[in-house]
């Protein structure tokens, strides 16, 4: 059973959750939990988790529902190409980038020196 206090439904205001199109809800949920720390609020179908102050969802793919229906959700067919993707802004890049290193994260890049933004780096997420 849900405890009400860790879903992220307001009783005022609003929540802004990302939702991930994923093709193995656990295989993403046991990568988002190891590499994040995220708290797991509902298992699957689909599956729901807290990661630091962001909501996360990780769900099937599928055909148009009542509240979508004119919407197919599924994941690239190009693992190279995307049209969505998460920033996590760290506070020490360098040891976030060790520490996520040995729990199995794989990175695209090193951390990047980008002035502004200070370091930055991409990990592909778990599909």
């Not at 307001?10 to 295989?27: A, I, K, W, Y």
């Not at 909501?55 to 690239?76: A, C, E, M, S």
């Not at 360098?94 to 991409?122: I, M, N």
Request: aromatic share 10%; proline share 7%.
């Amino acid at each position: 059973m849900i405890n009400r206090d860790d879903f992220p439904a307001p009783t005022e205001g609003f929540v802004v959750t990302n939702f991930l199109v994923v093709s193995n809800q656990d295989r993403s949920r046991d990568f988002y939990q190891r590499i994040f720390g995220g708290k797991v609020v509902m298992q699957r179908d689909p599956v729901i988790m807290k990661i630091a102050n962001t909501w996360l969802i990780l769900n099937d793919g599928g055909g148009p529902t009542d509240d979508k229906p004119t919407v197919t959700l599924t994941t690239p067919s190009d693992p190279n190409q995307t049209s969505a993707f998460m920033n996590v802004r760290v506070a020490d890049i360098q040891k976030v980038y060790k520490d996520w290193s040995a729990r199995g994260a794989k990175f695209l890049t090193e951390p990047k020196d980008h002035g502004f933004d200070v370091l930055t780096f991409a990990i592909p997420t778990a599909t």
